[in-house]
T-cell receptor
Framework: GENVEQHPSTLSVQEGDSAVIKCTYS??????FPWYKQELGKRPQLIID?????GEKKDQRIAVTLNKTAKHFSLHITETQPEDSAVYFC???????????FGPGTSLSVIP | EAGVVQSPRYKIIEKKQPVAFWCNPI?????LYWYLQNLGQGPELLIR????????DSQLPKDRFSAERLKGVDSTLKIQPAELGDSAVYLC???????????FGEGSRLTVL
């Protein structure tokens, strides 16, 4: 089955710097890669996603890149702000109707 | 539009007691998921429903866990009997066909003493 690995497990950056979180997946047939943000005590919420027919996607300060050959995808947050502090989960899904498998998470701290 | 609703938000029980969690998905979402989330870890899939059919329950510990989704809408996850290691947050999520985006509920935090 699908397995998703995520690095680093913790990340601290100064406010205004960039943050990068990297994930790898095992099943080359996976075709959908969402990223979720979970603040302490709250539900995970989708912040951006990418499908396998696209190499990069941006939404304001957030971008995701996908390398299908290497089975890698990454989250990039620019101009980080204290409110970006949270746990970020990458995930992968095989098909439209298949299960979503999550990575172990990255705890991001943005230091003012 | 109401999001995914779960209850109870918090539950404290003694080991060997039963417990049940309820989930009401977003209207029109055919797919419903139950995930388990331990502290500091990512959500782990327990069971996935397509309408009323459980299409993936390979990770559900069937000796003590059970789930149902009557009429393809609300779902209930039950644990009987609960063990200390079951202490976690139980997340329900739903998705619709077009985008496949998962929408999560607030979760039910279980503490087993």
């Amino acid at each position: 089955g699908e397995n998703v690995e995520q690095h680093p497990s913790t990340l601290s950056v100064q406010e205004g710097d960039s943050a990068v979180i990297k994930c790898t997946y095992s099943d080359s047939a996976s075709n959908y890669f969402p990223w979720y943000k979970q603040e302490l005590g709250k539900r995970p919420q989708l912040i951006i996603d990418i499908r396998s027919n696209v190499g990069e996607k941006k939404d304001q300060r957030i971008a995701v890149t996908l390398n299908k050959t290497a089975k890698h995808f990454s989250l990039h947050i620019t101009e980080t702000q204290p409110e970006d502090s949270a746990v970020y989960f990458c995930a992968a899904r095989l098909f439209s109707y298949d299960k979503v498998i999550f990575g172990p998470g990255t705890s991001l701290s943005v230091i003012p | 539009e109401a999001g995914v609703v779960q209850s109870p938000r918090y539950k404290i029980i003694e080991k060997k007691q039963p417990v049940a969690f309820w989930c009401n998905p977003i209207s029109g979402h055919n797919t419903l998921y139950w995930y388990l989330q331990n502290l500091g870890q990512g959500p782990e899939l327990l069971i996935r429903y397509e309408n009323e059919e459980a299409v993936d329950d390979s990770q559900l510990p069937k000796d003590r866990f059970s789930a149902e989704r009557l009429k393809g809408v609300d779902s209930t996850l039950k644990i009987q009997p609960a063990e200390l290691g079951d202490s976690a947050v139980y997340l329900c999520a739903s998705s619709e066909v077009v985008t496949g985006e998962l929408f999560f509920g607030e979760g039910s935090r279980l503490t087993v003493l």
